[in-house]
T-cell receptor, first 114, second 112 residues
């Protein structure tokens, strides 16, 4: 079956530090890949996505590249801000069926210090 | 611009009680989902629906029921609450069912 593995957390960084959050996946076929973000007390929001190999998703200074050869979709940001403190979820959606359900990783908490 | 609205936001239930978690969306999305979020475990799919009148089980459906009589509403029913159902519940909708989902703010449920 499909699965998503995220690096263990939590992660604490100082403002303006470089961020990498690792994500690898197992899936049949050719899944679409997503990063969702959950700010404190809120629901999840789509941060970025990539639908095929070598695609790069980007939003709000975050980037992730779909690497089929390493089955990875690592999230990066060059300079984090305090407002980036949140829980980040990597997810995949296999495109094989009429309704492609999301499979989530466990999530990782990011705290950014001023 | 409401999006996906869940009620209530918080609830404490006693073991054996029943309740319905409400979810409504105003985006005319066909696809709707219920997830539960447990600490350190990510989100698990409980039930989903691809349109009015159609529902199906997800990964963890035991102890829950759903109905979808309209496009807008997708309530989740707990019949006999158990401590294992203590969790945060999220409802979501999607226009095309291809992974891009819009989430509500969640319902934090505690069963004691």
């Amino acid at each position: 079956g499909n699965s998503v593995t995220q690096m263990e957390g939590p992660v604490t960084l100082s403002e303006e530090a470089f961020l990498t959050i690792n994500c690898t996946y197992t899936a049949t076929g050719y899944p679409s890949l997503f990063w969702y973000v959950q700010y404190p007390g809120e629901g999840l929001q789509l941060l970025l996505k990539a639908t095929k190999a070598d695609d790069k998703g980007s939003n709000k200074g975050f980037e992730a590249t779909y690497r089929k050869e390493t089955t990875s979709f690592h999230l990066e940001k060059g300079s984090v801000q305090v407002s980036d403190s949140a829980v980040y979820f990597c997810a995949l959606s296999d495109q094989s069926g009429a309704n492609s359900k999301l499979t989530f990783g466990k999530g990782i908490t990011l705290s950014v210090r001023p | 611009n409401a999006g996906v609205t869940q009620t209530p936001k918080f609830r404490i239930l006693k073991i054996g009680q029943s309740m319905t978690l409400q979810c409504t969306q105003d985006m005319n999305h066909n696809y709707m989902y219920w997830y539960r979020q447990d600490p350190g475990m990510g989100l698990k799919l409980i039930y989903y629906s691809v349109g009015a009148g159609i529902t199906d089980k997800g990964e963890v459906p035991n102890g829950y029921n759903v109905s979808r009589s309209t496009t807008e509403d997708f309530p989740l029913r707990l019949e006999l609450a158990a401590p294992s159902q203590t969790s945060v519940y999220f409802c979501a909708s999607s226009p095309r069912g291809r992974g891009e989902a819009f989430f509500g703010q969640g319902t934090r449920l505690t069963v004691v």
